[in-house]
């Protein structure tokens, strides 16, 4: 395969929250060999925030598909020869997802009803596939002693629990800590729906990091990042894993998310400037609510 391969690296709609993990993941993806644009937001979304109306939610994924299409029609193939790893690195037409629930939906309902030239992989396949690439980046050590904070639903179609295991023990210094809990559901998000659910997952969780000793939780997806930095005011830490690879490589993510979350004053962490650029008043009715919610056990 070539180093110039073409790819999409889509992080979907929720992640625009998380500005820093973006930038270090498109980092890493061009660090470990595959030239993948980033896209996301509104413009490319799956439709599942409209899974009520068939109609506008096959809309939006039509639109999706539509603009991947083009993107990557000058994709070249990818090389038959190659490694089955390899040509799922990134090579000739592939969109490489972060959400899971994007990634499901691209499989399973938006693929299906609009035909793609690109072949849909998982980051952490992507980053797995490399990782003796990846290996030579990570030389800061990392004193932690990490819990992965792992779910079973989209485990089973992707085994994001062990490649993202496997490659936080490339982190010199960090301890993975074994505990056999895992959450229901594909990530946290899933769980909001059922009264109580998440209340105890996240309580699981905490006794988990007690009973193993761990100091950092470790989370895999965007959704049970931002319900989990909360937990930090029970005395841990919260990481997401591309925060921890970044720590080892020395790039600068901060996780500006968890700091407005557990501030005593979002909207001044934030700062006047940064909300008025926003929008003063969206962020005021969308913003602060949801960073002034309590953890949730």
């Known amino acids: 395969m070539t180093e110039s391969a073409t790819a999409i690296f889509w992080y979907g709609c929720n992640m625009t929250r998380h500005g820093e993990v973006i930038r270090a993941t498109t980092r890493f993806l061009e660090a470990v060999g595959v030239a993948a644009e980033p896209s996301g937001g509104p413009a490319h979304c799956c439709g599942s925030p409209k899974d009520a109306s068939a109609r506008i939610n096959e809309g939006m994924a039509r639109r999706t598909i539509t603009g991947f299409n083009a993107r990557?029609?000058?994709?070249?193939?990818?090389?038959?020869?190659?490694?089955?790893?390899?040509?799922?690195?990134?090579?000739?037409?592939?969109?490489?997802?972060?959400?899971?629930?994007?990634?499901?939906?691209?499989?399973?309902?938006?693929?299906?009803?609009?035909?793609?030239?690109?072949?849909?992989?998982?980051?952490?396949?992507?980053?797995?596939?490399r990782q003796e690439r990846l290996r030579p980046l990570l030389a800061r050590p990392v004193k932690r002693r990490v819990l992965l904070h792992q779910h079973l639903g989209f485990n089973g179609r992707v085994p994001v629990n062990s490649m993202v295991a496997e490659l936080l023990r490339l982190v010199p210094g960090l301890t993975l800590a074994e505990h056999p809990y895992r959450a229901p559901g594909h990530m946290c998000s899933s769980l909001a729906g059922v009264p109580g659910a998440l209340a105890d997952a996240q309580r699981a969780t905490l006794a988990a990091m007690a009973e193993t000793g761990a100091d950092t939780l470790c989370t895999i997806f965007h959704s049970c990042h931002r319900d989990a930095v909360a937990l930090e005011r029970h005395g841990i830490q919260v990481a997401n894993w591309i925060h921890l690879l970044a720590e080892s490589a020395g790039w600068p993510a901060e996780d500006e998310y968890k700091a407005w979350r557990n501030a005593a004053d979002a909207g001044a962490a934030i700062g006047a400037e940064r909300m008025g650029a926003a929008g003063a008043v969206a962020v005021e009715k969308l913003v602060l609510p949801e960073l002034a919610k309590p953890p949730v056990v």
Request: glycine letters at 6%; a negative charge; charged letters at 15%.
């Open 72 to 129: 990557l029609a000058g994709a070249a193939d990818p090389d038959p020869q190659a490694a089955p790893s390899d040509r799922r690195t990134g090579a000739g037409g592939q969109v490489i997802t972060w959400c899971p629930s994007c990634h499901m939906n691209m499989q399973d309902s938006m693929a299906p009803v609009t035909p793609t030239n690109f072949e849909t992989v998982h980051i952490t396949e992507v980053l797995h596939a």
